[in-house]
């Protein structure tokens, strides 16, 4: 069976920064483009950040240049780096890869508060 499994989020101040992992089993990991989203209460899901198996990337506008992801084809994981956090990227985070079904992971909660 296929899983991913997120971990890394937490509470931090403004400012800070955090490193969520996503660790996929039960796929070909190098094959697939993996997604980072987040859904915030009372909002609707949206994509922050994917990378393609050849290591391209994409970001939402309002993370460029404070949110960096990337994998290790090797370890089976991709990672979501986040600095300069702002209460506004306060939400569940959640990985997902779209192969011959979608696949997400549980989410882990990032909580951006003073």
């Known amino acids: 069976q296929v899983q991913l499994v997120e971990s890394g989020g937490g509470l931090v101040q403004p400012g800070g920064s955090l490193r969520l992992s996503c660790a996929a089993s039960?796929?070909?990991?190098?094959?697939?483009?993996v997604n980072w989203y987040r859904q915030a209460p009372g909002k609707q899901r949206e994509l922050v950040a994917l990378?393609?198996?050849?290591?391209?990337?994409n970001y939402l506008d309002v993370v460029k240049g404070r949110f960096t992801i990337s994998r290790d084809n090797a370890k089976n994981t991709a990672y979501l780096q986040m600095n300069s956090l702002k209460p506004e990227d306060t939400a569940v985070y959640y990985c997902?890869?779209?192969?011959?079904?979608?696949?997400w992971g549980q989410g882990t909660q990032v909580t951006v508060s003073s």
């Open positions: 997902a890869i779209f192969a011959d079904n979608n696949y």
């Open positions: 039960g796929i070909t990991f190098s094959r697939w483009r």
């Open positions: 990378i393609t198996p050849s290591g391209n990337t």
